[in-house]
């Protein structure tokens, strides 16, 4: 099951949002990394689907980890998707869980369908939409967990990061759920600042990880945000993301106040997509 190729084959599809390729992996046979538009997306391991290349997904997939006790299965939905890599990861690793996958771009969807199909079994269904006006039509108090990760280009759209699409992801969960949203910023942090501050005027209990340089703003990265109505399980997450290849911190409690300021919160009103990545992130071209 899987695309075969040469080692050196890169496949390359014009697809809604832009140029998709799928770049092979040097190392491991049947792997792959998704590229729109020449950000890096997702990577995708056929044959071990608990690989999590990337570190933010790793830390979202500490997350998934954590949600519920030992394997059982869990209600996710995943706000964006790519080349679904933490959808297949839950799927591996909590067996029988039903997903919900929404993507903007259909072409893209066909593409990761044909080339990098999903196990046979697995409770995954992908849907092409908008991941507000789904979000705003989801069943209130069903999932476990609500992933956003979405990104225009290298960009977080906009209507994606105020209170009121918060709201939207906390009526969807259930009492126990968890929020995570993956974000990137860098010099100044304002947008990081900001989405700390969307998430604690929703939820009563907020985390941020991300890695040391990223938080002090000398390196343009990735932070995941988490929110629930109990109590997150910081002592796991600060265990796990320490022991990463790229050791994260987590900022919680009067740590995460001191990092947002007096960073208002982001509503529909003041909303704007976030910073671009500076050239020669992520592999980005540097000129």
Known sequence: MGRTRRADETITREVDSGIAELVPDPDVPRA???????????????????????????????????????????????????????????????????????????????????????????????????????????????????????????????????VEFVELAARALRGGGVYAANISDGNGLAFAKAQ???????????????????FRGRRFGNFVLLGSYVDLPIADLVRRTASDPFPGRVEHGESLVRFIGGTPPTTDATATQSPSPPKGTWGLPAD
């Open 196 to 214: 700390a501050a969307t998430v604690r005027a929703v939820f009563r209990h907020v985390c941020v990880i991300a890695e040391p340089a990223v």
């Open 32 to 162: 792959w990394t998704l590229r729109l538009n020449g950000t890096p997306q997702s990577h995708v391991d056929l044959d071990d689907p608990r690989h999590l290349e990337f570190e933010y997904l790793r830390r979202l997939g500490h997350v998934a980890d954590l949600v519920a006790p030992g394997d059982e299965p869990v209600r996710a939905l995943h706000l964006g998707g790519g080349g679904l890599s933490l959808p297949r990861y839950v799927a591996a690793t909590r067996p029988q869980s039903t997903q919900q996958v929404v993507e903007v771009d259909a072409a893209l969807i066909e593409l990761v369908r044909g080339l990098l199909p999903l196990e046979r079994g697995w409770r995954v269904k992908i849907r092409n939409g908008d991941a507000r006006a789904v979000l705003e039509k989801a069943p209130e108090d069903t999932f476990d967990l609500v992933v956003t990760d979405v990104f225009a280009g290298a960009r977080t759209p906009a209507h994606l990061t105020s």
